[in-house]
């Protein structure tokens, strides 16, 4: 076992050491093309010859596909993963960071009517001594534009520009900190505050997205009940976010009936084969990042970001 997690993680290092021999060339003319169209501002890369690399190595990897524990995952994430370091002496610098994307709840499951997460969720929002109205509000922008003005709270009417259409969702953290804002000057409550929604929630509107048990954050944990912890927070009042990894233990734990309920919370023990990848390319005169998502098992690769 110890052999064959070796040689994953070398053949995986290898490939994206190739990965970023091939794609820097690339990469710095449509990273200059796309800073002249859309500076400071993402850049969605679908259709580049970035991702049609990347593509090609990752789907020809027959080691990624013999992936198959949690283990397994975080033996890729700590080996392949590298901070920002000379490429040679091209005067380029690269970083790759891997990591589980599925390691917190999707915050759009709140208002699906069979799921169990609101629930949670509210309980845990009790324990911080936040009115359930918060997650009125939440419900609200998600559920979108409502044709009868029936709304649980008055959000609409002071931010109406989150409420997009009828199928509407959450689509960043930023749109969730617009909703605390309004939250805090309705109720003077800043308790809500202390709360690490970066480590919580992910924004996406995939219905079949699940929690990786295996993975998951501490507070995504806590939701859940299976950790109760205080939040901590440093000198400036910011809070700190734990490192969080993957491993089987707690999922090893359950029985089989605390497995299956896991399903009502959008959540799973079943090892979540989604990676979050992403490259940093700098030379003296540019920058970029690539981020995207990647499906070890059907190869397809989605949401790809460039980050000017």
């Keep these: 076992m110890k052999l064959k997690r070796k040689a994953i993680a070398l053949l995986i290092t290898l490939f994206f050491i190739m990965l970023i021999t091939i794609s820097i060339g690339i990469g710095l003319k449509q990273m200059k093309m796309a800073a002249r169209e859309v500076k400071n501002e993402s850049f969605m890369l679908q259709n580049s010859v970035i991702l049609d690399d990347v593509m090609q190595l990752l789907n020809n990897s027959k080691e990624l596909s013999d992936i198959n524990s949690s283990e397994d995952l975080q033996l890729v994430f700590d080996t392949v993963s590298f901070p920002i370091v000379p490429l040679g002496n091209s005067g380029i610098k690269v970083g790759i960071n891997l990591s589980s994307a ?3 709840f999707n915050i759009n499951s709140i208002a699906d009517e069979n799921a169990t997460v609101k629930e949670a969720f509210e309980s845990y929002l009790g324990s911080k001594m936040i009115e359930v109205e918060y997650l ?3 419900e609200d922008v998600i559920v979108g534009i409502r044709a009868d003005g029936n709304y649980k709270t008055d959000i609409f009417y002071e931010n109406k520009h989150l409420f997009k259409d009828e199928d509407n969702y959450i689509t960043s953290l930023q749109n969730l900190n617009e909703i605390n804002n309004y939250y805090k000057k ?3 409550n800043n308790k809500i505050d202390i709360i690490n929604f970066k480590n919580m929630f992910s924004f ?7 929690l990786d048990v295996n993975c998951a954050t501490q507070e995504s944990l806590e939701i859940l009940g299976f ?8 000198d400036e009042e910011e809070v700190i976010e734990d490192e969080n990894f993957c491993s089987s233990v707690l999922c090893d734990s359950l029985t089989e009936i605390q497995r299956e309920e896991l399903a ?3 959540a799973t023990c079943t090892p979540q084969m989604y990676i979050d990848v992403v490259l940093d390319i700098m030379s003296d005169e540019s920058s970029a990042t690539i981020k995207f998502e990647y499906n070890l098992v059907t190869k397809k690769g989605s949401s790809f970001v460039y980050e000017i």
């Design 102 to 104: 599925r390691t917190k």
């Design 136 to 138: 009125d509000m939440i």
């Design 186 to 188: 309705t109720y003077n």
């Design 204 to 210: 996406t509107k995939d219905n079949n997205y699940a």
């Design 227 to 234: 950790v109760q912890r205080d939040i901590y927070i440093d």
């Design 264 to 266: 009502g919370y959008r």
